[in-house]
């Protein structure tokens, strides 16, 4: 019965990872994903302003 004691815990971890895994690729996409890309979009663009506008104030 030693054996079954050693496999558990990397079965159990195996599951859950298995498990979080399936978490993530099932929400990429859908309904939220115009708005996570807005949102993305959003701070990339007040980035390059920020660099832009200190690129800017340097020359």
Same mark, same amino acid.
Not at 9 to 16: H, N, T
Not at 25 to 44: R, S
């Given at each position: 019965? &030693? ?7 990397? !079965? !159990? ?9 399936? !978490? ?16 993305? &979009? ?15 104030? &340097?020359?």
């Amino acid at each position: 019965m &030693d054996y079954v004691s050693a496999l558990v815990p990397p !079965v !159990v971890m195996a599951a859950f990872f298995i498990g979080v895994v399936r !978490v993530i690729v099932k929400t990429q996409g859908g309904a939220a994903k115009a708005k996570e890309d807005a949102a993305v &979009d959003a701070a990339l663009a007040r980035t390059e302003g920020v660099r832009e506008a200190s690129a800017g104030g &340097d020359a």
